[in-house]
């Protein structure tokens, strides 16, 4: 995952995904806890961003460790007693300490895009997991993405005297699993009557639940779920992100 994914775009992400129903999302996570006996209590997060996903479970009373790559995303982050956050690339740091949970939502391991830093940073969640401890993560399902095809979309977003336009053109790779998505953010300060204009590229790959097992069995997790999070249904071509829980075997 690399910085320059977030760099001018850390302004104005959370003006974006105001309307990412991050309760939801949590509330599936805790009900995975509990279905699965855990008493969590302390919670190692693989790309916190600004916190919307911590925060919320740091207000639930378990003790969130986050990791962010992105200086930009880090300064913007939420703050919470039982939430603390450091810069550290998921795939390297070594806090010297296990978990019961390793979480990381909103697409993170689709960032990671290159085999060697993707099977470092499941070996990095194992590491950090105490024993039978869970590693719960979402990702761009390829199914979804050969059915539904990635397509020109534009978002506008009126906020604090900010009018924002979002314009994401994809170009896809077929050989390698993977989508170019060519952000051009417009931002027109009401107040000032000013322009900026920058544009941003977010490489993102997409795994078959086939992928997701093999990289589960040989980095020491199997497989408890895949699941779709907003419907909790079993992952169809209609599914653009999947959410799967490993367990640590080993």
């Not at 949590?26 to 925060?55: D, P, R, Y």
């Not at 397509?151 to 924002?164: A, D, T």
């Not at 639940?209 to 997790?221: D, N, Q, Y």
Request: hydrophobic content about 35%; some cysteine.
């Amino acid at each position: 995952m690399n910085e320059i994914s977030f760099n001018d775009y850390s302004d104005y992400y959370d003006f974006f995904y105001e309307d990412k129903d991050y309760k939801k999302e949590v509330k599936f996570i805790k009900k995975v806890f509990n279905q699965n006996c855990l008493n969590t209590k302390n919670i190692l997060e693989f790309g916190s961003g600004t916190g919307n996903h911590a925060i919320l479970l740091a207000k639930s009373g378990y003790k969130v460790h986050g990791i962010e790559l992105s200086s930009k995303m880090l300064l913007k982050a939420k703050k919470h007693k039982n939430f603390f956050l450091q810069q550290g690339d998921i795939e390297k740091i070594n806090l010297k300490k296990k978990f019961d949970v390793v979480l990381s939502m909103f697409h993170v391991i689709s960032y990671l895009t290159d085999n060697i830093k993707l099977l470092a940073t499941f070996k990095n969640a194992n590491k950090h997991l105490k024993k039978n401890g869970l590693f719960i993560f979402d990702f761009w399902y390829t199914p979804s993405v050969i059915y539904q095809k990635p397509s020109i979309k534009i978002k506008r977003v009126k906020k604090n005297n900010l009018e924002l336009i979002r314009i994401a053109e994809p170009l896809i790779h077929t050989n390698t699993n993977t989508v170019d998505v060519n952000y051009e953010i417009i931002v027109k300060n009401l107040k000032l009557n000013t322009f900026k204009d920058f544009k941003e590229t977010h490489c993102m790959r997409h795994f078959s639940l086939s992928e997701i097992s093999l990289l589960a069995s040989v980095t020491g997790f199997e497989v408890i779920k895949s699941i779709e999070i907003t419907t909790s249904q079993k992952p169809s071509k209609y599914s653009w992100s999947v959410c799967v829980i490993l367990k640590k075997t080993k």
